[in-house]
Nanobody
């Protein structure tokens, strides 16, 4: 399965963005999904994850209360709603999949597609 993240852009602090993750080749309902980000000079880090049905979600402490992960299995899409954006949220955002339940471990996920750049100005 190939994943493609989209929806990034340049925004000001306090603004909102919604990222989308689309898949080709396989249905996303078979997988737990995650969002991750990588800022320049830093390692890729976990942002949020969601179970196959959407009933379980996990968030990094840095985004809890501001970001919401969701999915629409009928449309084969996964979303990341980002509110109250901060300059420290600036990064390339990626989506990825894993079998079985969601986790917060970057290494558990695969099928990393092309990310989408999010830049938040102060």
């Amino acid at each position: 399965v190939q994943l493609q993240a989209s929806g990034g852009g340049l925004v000001q602090a306090g603004d909102s963005l919604r990222l989308s993750c689309a898949a080709s080749g396989r249905t996303l309902s078979n997988y737990a999904m995650g969002w991750f980000r990588q800022a320049p000079g830093k390692e890729r880090e976990f942002v949020a994850a969601i179970s196959r049905t959407g009933g379980t979600t996990y968030y990094a402490d840095s985004v809890k209360g501001r970001f919401t992960i969701s999915r629409d299995n009928a449309k084969n899409l996964v979303y990341l709603q980002m509110n109250s954006l901060k300059p420290e949220d600036t990064a390339v955002y990626y989506c990825a999949k894993k079998y079985y339940g969601p986790t917060t471990n970057v290494a558990d996920f695969d099928s990393w597609g092309q990310g989408t750049q999010v830049t938040v100005s102060s």
